[in-house]
């Protein structure tokens, strides 16, 4: 499938999504708050647990955690034990730290990274974690707030086109109020 094509796909997917914009925005913000922890294996189940935890959208809670990607890993594990060693008044911790960069660099699997940062000890965990947590909780909020006016874009967008004629209802859907795609002609 070409790129392009792709990327259409996922907008169409992403514009058909149900549910009121509030849960939708609010299993984003989770997805992304959990997406900015160092906890790469274990990311979208927690996400979805808060999601479930907190009425919000599952599936956009697995969405959100994909801000964490092969392409940004080196930097969200390196600004997140930044932070959390600034915080916590740590010393650099020179050979441990540039190994688990170096793991994660070289694309190695997400339990070995995991592994290494146990191994480093506690108050290496700590800092990781922490660093996580602050700028998950820095990037969430906002988030909420911005998938919140698109969700709500989204949803007076589809009740424009069904206004002007350009969405079909079926009958079994008339009572939900649900859109089933573009009218044929």
């Excluded at 909020?141 to 009740?159: C, D, H, M």
């Excluded at 206004?163 to 649900?178: I, L, S, Y």
Aim: hydrophobic residues 50%; aromatic residues 14%.
């Amino acid at each position: 499938m070409k790129f392009s094509r792709q990327i259409r796909y996922y907008y169409i997917r992403f514009i058909r999504l149900r549910g009121d914009p509030h849960e939708l925005a609010l299993g984003m913000a989770f997805g992304i708050f959990t997406g900015m922890m160092p906890i790469m294996p274990f990311q979208m189940a927690f996400s979805v647990g808060l999601a479930l935890l907190f009425k919000g959208s599952k599936i956009t809670a697995a969405l959100g955690t994909w801000i964490s990607n092969p392409l940004n890993w080196y930097f969200l594990y390196y600004f997140s034990h930044k932070i959390g060693a600034t915080v916590l008044g740590l010393h650099e911790n020179g050979a441990m730290f540039s190994s688990i960069m170096t793991s994660i660099q070289l694309g190695e699997d997400s339990m070995v990274v995991v592994e290494k940062i146990l191994a480093a000890g506690g108050l290496m965990v700590a800092a990781f974690l922490l660093g996580g947590l602050i700028m998950g909780v820095a990037v969430s909020f906002p988030s909420y707030f911005i998938f919140l006016y698109v969700f709500r874009r989204i949803r007076a967008w589809r009740k424009g086109r069904r206004r002007a004629g350009n969405w079909r209802v079926t009958a079994d859907h008339q009572g939900q109020g649900e859109d089933c795609g573009p009218e044929r002609s």
